[in-house]
């Protein structure tokens, strides 16, 4: 990236999709997820009433009309103040302010939603004697309609984001080290929905690999007209080398034009993302995780483990038999493939997974070196071959659905592995993380994480260690349910580009 700003062009890309660049509308991400998720959440929940509605009519017997064509009308009349509702819990802002926002994050939003939501309904129905429902009618559509409301904002999402108004245009503010590292991650994952077009920056560092055609478009200070002429959504500050009361002045002159702003803390390494925000007399401050984990806090993780575990495998057993009889069928050697991890604390435990490769596998990692993914990062341990010609058919087939690694779910019962967690990594790399990286060792390892959820193939061994780090420091059971609930569509991502 050439350091000499004069001699860039300016000129910029217009998507066909979206309206003319000199001048940004009303109609944008926002615009346009607030009014798929109002109506999802209008579908849910007047479904839900419908269904429990008619399952009780069905099964209990007499039924009063009057009070069911009162309750019916009351539970309509009240949708306007559910949205109200939703709005208070801020359910329809997050998708326009964080690019990597989904359903996962809003489960205490939609929980609180819906229990605060039946509940006042019901209890107003119940106190004024407009309708009679009972407990069971209450609990049947607390239920569904939490379910329900999930499903259809997933939904809804799904389909926003193939509409060319989800997609924001991005410039960054900073094109040294971690401006192009924000750089090369939005690059990698198309669901942010984000059409970068370049950097701002008076003194740009060299242009480093897997940037594409990303130009340097001016300095800060051509960022106000750059926004205007440009229909600019979002702005990412990423470190300049400009003065701390410049940065301050640009971000300042650019809050009255209704854009994106996201801001790079200067120390980003250290915080996960639960952290904090307080102030002293107006000063904020960000308060920092404490990076262990109480006694009670692992009580509740083993505990969930154990749980889901079990009843995995128990609901599991079919499948887990079935494809253990095709591995016999498919090629000679074992069903199960044992290879030594570094784990909790330090401890060396053999993690299970089908076996997917050729007997001799091993063997042939030498002459497979040349193939490796990770070979052109400096200093990456880590081994991928696309296409390995050592896994069988069927192992390609076990790979693509990830089903070879279900055996890990007795490592979980065992204790040995978590459900959530860093990468369980083999002895060899595992040398390689060194410092306060091996802090991630305070928790087990994971059949999913972090690492998982964001493209595991993807990321270099840097990145995955510190993902790893950033986990264990801000660990909290909401965030395990959410990469939980984001592992199946990362799975189906990985499973179309296979």
């Not at 949205?83 to 989904?102: N, P």
């Not at 209704?258 to 996960?272: A, E, K, Q, S, T």
Request: aromatic share 8%; glycine share 8%.
């Amino acid at each position: 990236m050439s350091a000499t700003v004069e001699a860039q062009t300016h000129e910029l890309p217009i998507s066909a999709d979206r309206e003319s660049p000199k001048r940004r509308s009303a109609r944008d991400r926002g615009w346009l997820m607030r009014r798929m998720l109002l109506a999802a959440d209008l579908v849910a929940l007047s479904t839900a009433f419908v269904v429990v509605d008619y399952i009780f009519r069905s099964h209990g017997g007499r039924h009063d009309t009057v009070a069911f064509d009162t309750e019916f009308l009351l539970f309509f009349v009240s949708l306007p103040a559910w949205i109200v509702l939703a709005k208070l819990y801020g359910l329809y802002d997050l998708d326009e302010e964080r690019a990597d926002h989904s359903t996962s994050d809003e489960l205490v939003g939609v929980f609180h939603l819906v229990t605060v939501g039946a509940f006042a309904f019901f209890a107003g129905t119940w106190l004024t004697r407009l309708a009679h429902p009972t407990p069971g009618k209450i609990v049947g559509f607390w239920a569904l309609a939490v379910v329900l409301v999930g499903v259809g904002r997933s939904g809804a999402r799904i389909v926003a984001r193939r509409q060319p108004l989800y997609v924001q245009r991005t410039v960054i503010v900073g094109a040294g080290d971690v401006g192009q590292t924000i750089a090369r991650k939005i690059l990698r994952q198309a669901g942010y929905g984000i059409e970068l077009l370049g950097f701002l920056d008076a003194a740009p560092k060299e242009r480093g690999a897997g940037l594409g055609d990303l130009a340097l478009l001016g300095t800060p200070e051509h960022l106000p007209a750059l926004i205007k002429e440009h229909a600019i959504d979002r702005v990412i500050v990423a470190f300049s080398n400009d003065d701390h009361q410049q940065t301050l002045g640009v971000i300042r002159s650019i809050t009255p034009l209704d854009i994106c702003v996201d801001v790079v803390p200067r120390l980003f390494p250290l915080m996960g993302g639960s952290i904090d925000v307080h102030s002293i007399e107006g000063l904020p401050l960000i308060a920092l995780p404490r990076g262990r984990l109480s006694r009670s806090t692992r009580l509740v993780k083993r505990t969930l483990d154990i749980a889901v575990s079990a009843l995995s495998i128990v609901l599991l057993a079919p499948v887990l038999a079935a494809v253990a009889v095709a591995i016999k069928l498919d090629s000679p050697g074992p069903v199960f493939f044992h290879q030594p991890r570094r784990g909790f604390g330090d401890a060396i435990f053999q993690m299970l997974k089908f076996r997917t490769m050729e007997l001799g596998a091993d063997a042939r990692k030498a002459e497979l070196a040349a193939f490796n993914m990770h070979a052109s990062t400096s200093g990456d341990p880590m081994f991928k071959v696309s296409d390995d010609p050592r896994v069988t058919r069927l192992g390609r087939f076990l790979r693509r659905y990830s089903i070879d690694e279900l055996p890990q779910l007795i490592n979980v019962l065992r204790g040995q592995m978590s459900l959530v967690g860093p990468r369980p990594l083999i002895l060899e790399e595992d040398r390689f993380v060194t410092g306060w990286r091996r802090r991630r060792l305070l928790v087990k390892p994971g059949m999913t994480g972090v690492w998982q959820v964001l493209g595991r193939d993807d990321l270099s061994f840097e990145e995955m260690v510190e993902l790893d780090y950033r986990y264990v420091a801000s660990w909290s059971l909401l965030l395990d349910l959410r990469l939980l609930l984001r592992t199946l569509p990362a799975i189906a991502r990985e499973r179309a580009a296979y």
